[in-house]
């Protein structure tokens, strides 16, 4: 292991990685609170300052990814679709496979420029959750309670407000529902079976009415809709403490461009649709398993180095003043000062290993592991 590597994987880093990560997003959290006065006078100019805003946190989770890690997204796609990405308002279907998948998909935001104006269908807990959770709900993030019959009317609202967004933007959702898992895979098949539908292999049976009501909300907004599936080189199954060690991966995420009118306007021809939409993921996979790669030009789009500015700006902003009061209080020598220090350093231990842990499969929601039950999204 060279020098560079050995320094990726010590805990000190992941501990100023995280500092800088936390306190640059409480003080923008602060600035979006502050931002709530432009709204009454200004709703465009309170949107647009606020994807700004938005854009100094999430990037810093891209520059984990692209410049820490140096994992390398390779993108599969056609030349006529390629060059309407990032011009166009689009709904974006992921996959929902791996610990990391948020992160490729914040990736493949940045690098057609709208990490910044990147909406998502997210569970209500989310929103209470600091920083990230906060952010979303200055960007007008879509928020639901996974109960169809209490949040169709407070998604299709959410949804509508979007419709007069100045900014491009991309509408991320994991039809899916929840991550997969082997338990949760077994019952899913059930519920296909249940239907009378195909069983899927690599997915888990889409929860089609919050996909039909978004497509139903933002058509003649939204120009398309990009299917989007991911793999990674290997067989491997990166984590979140992967890419925080500094571990480089190999993603492979395949986008094909489906324009929004060949989407049916009826929910059920809709929810028909998706379904047959995951057919057809299913043997993008069972492919990509047996070869290797997907269809469509293999191409790498440009690093842009804008989460990397952005995060040395908040390095030399936070890093200064946090050595100068640890320099203060060991030199010091007081037995308080430095039992006070341990206690935050351990507090500060376990915090991190917090936040890595609940982007772990094993401890994802129990969502999808009781089936459907007539709750279908």
């Given at each position: 292991?060279?020098?560079?590597?050995?320094?990726?994987?010590?805990?000190?880093?992941?501990?100023?990685?995280?500092?800088?990560?936390?306190?640059?997003?409480?003080?923008?959290?602060?600035?979006?609170?502050?931002?709530?006065?432009?709204?009454?006078?200004?709703?465009?100019?309170?949107?647009?300052?606020?994807?700004?805003?938005?854009?100094?946190?999430?990037?810093?989770?891209?520059?984990?990814?692209?410049?820490?890690?140096?994992?390398?997204?390779?993108?599969?796609?056609?030349?006529?679709?390629?060059?309407?990405?990032?011009?166009?308002?689009?709904?974006?279907?992921?996959?929902?496979?791996?610990?990391?998948?948020?992160?490729?998909?914040?990736?493949?935001?940045?690098?057609?420029?709208?990490?910044?104006?990147?909406?998502?269908?997210?569970?209500?807990?989310?929103?209470?959750?600091?920083?990230?959770?906060?952010?979303?709900?200055?960007?007008?993030?879509?928020?639901?309670?996974?109960?169809?019959?209490?949040?169709?009317?407070?998604?299709?609202?959410?949804?509508?407000?979007?419709?007069?967004?100045?900014?491009?933007?991309?509408?991320?959702?994991?039809?899916?529902g929840t991550r997969f898992t082997d338990q949760k895979h077994e019952i899913s098949m059930q519920v296909a079976k249940a239907k009378g539908l195909p069983k899927l292999k690599y997915h888990l049976l889409p929860r089609t009415k919050g996909f039909a009501v978004?497509?139903?909300?933002?058509?003649?907004?939204?120009?398309?809709?990009?299917?989007?599936?991911?793999?990674?080189?290997?067989?491997?199954?990166?984590?979140?403490?992967?890419?925080?060690?500094?571990?480089?991966?190999?993603?492979?995420?395949?986008?094909?461009?489906?324009?929004?009118?060949?989407?049916?306007?009826?929910?059920?021809?809709?929810?028909?649709?998706?379904?047959?939409?995951?057919?057809?993921?299913?043997?993008?996979?069972?492919?990509?398993?047996?070869?290797?790669?997907?269809?469509?030009?293999?191409?790498?789009?440009?690093?842009?180095?804008?989460?990397?500015?952005?995060?040395?700006?908040?390095?030399?902003?936070?890093?200064?003043?946090?050595?100068?009061?640890?320099?203060?209080?060991?030199?010091?020598?007081?037995?308080?000062?430095?039992?006070?220090?341990?206690?935050?350093?351990?507090?500060?231990?376990?915090?991190?290993?917090?936040?890595?842990?609940?982007?772990?499969?094993?401890?994802?929601?129990?969502?999808?592991?009781?089936?459907?039950?007539?709750?279908?999204?």
């Amino acid at each position: 292991m060279d020098i560079t590597g050995f320094l990726k994987s010590q805990f000190i880093c992941h501990l100023l990685i995280c500092y800088i990560f936390i306190v640059s997003g409480l003080i923008i959290n602060l600035i979006q609170l502050f931002t709530l006065i432009l709204w009454p006078f200004n709703k465009q100019l309170f949107r647009k300052v606020n994807c700004k805003l938005a854009y100094c946190i999430s990037s810093q989770l891209v520059w984990l990814l692209e410049w820490w890690s140096g994992t390398i997204c390779t993108l599969y796609t056609d030349q006529q679709s390629y060059l309407k990405y990032g011009n166009e308002n689009a709904i974006i279907i992921l996959n929902h496979n791996f610990e990391i998948d948020f992160l490729c998909g914040w990736n493949f935001c940045e690098r057609f420029g709208v990490l910044g104006n990147a909406k998502v269908l997210a569970k209500k807990e989310l929103s209470y959750v600091p920083i990230v959770g906060w952010m979303w709900y200055f960007l007008e993030i879509v928020f639901c309670k996974r109960k169809w019959e209490e949040d169709r009317k407070t998604v299709m609202r959410s949804l509508l407000n979007l419709r007069d967004y100045p900014e491009n933007f991309w509408f991320l959702i994991y039809c899916e529902g929840t991550r997969f898992t082997d338990q949760k895979h077994e019952i899913s098949m059930q519920v296909a079976k249940a239907k009378g539908l195909p069983k899927l292999k690599y997915h888990l049976l889409p929860r089609t009415k919050g996909f039909a009501v978004t497509v139903q909300c933002l058509r003649n907004v939204v120009s398309a809709v990009y299917d989007s599936t991911l793999n990674f080189r290997n067989n491997e199954n990166p984590t979140v403490l992967g890419v925080l060690n500094g571990k480089k991966y190999h993603a492979d995420l395949y986008v094909r461009r489906i324009p929004l009118e060949e989407v049916p306007e009826d929910e059920q021809e809709c929810s028909n649709w998706l379904y047959k939409l995951y057919q057809e993921k299913d043997a993008f996979q069972e492919e990509y398993y047996r070869t290797g790669t997907y269809p469509g030009t293999p191409v790498v789009p440009t690093r842009r180095p804008w989460p990397l500015l952005n995060w040395l700006f908040w390095a030399l902003l936070l890093l200064y003043p946090l050595f100068k009061l640890l320099i203060n209080m060991i030199s010091s020598g007081s037995s308080l000062t430095l039992a006070t220090l341990a206690f935050v350093f351990i507090a500060a231990s376990v915090g991190v290993r917090w936040m890595i842990g609940v982007t772990e499969i094993n401890k994802g929601s129990n969502y999808g592991n009781h089936g459907h039950e007539g709750k279908q999204k």
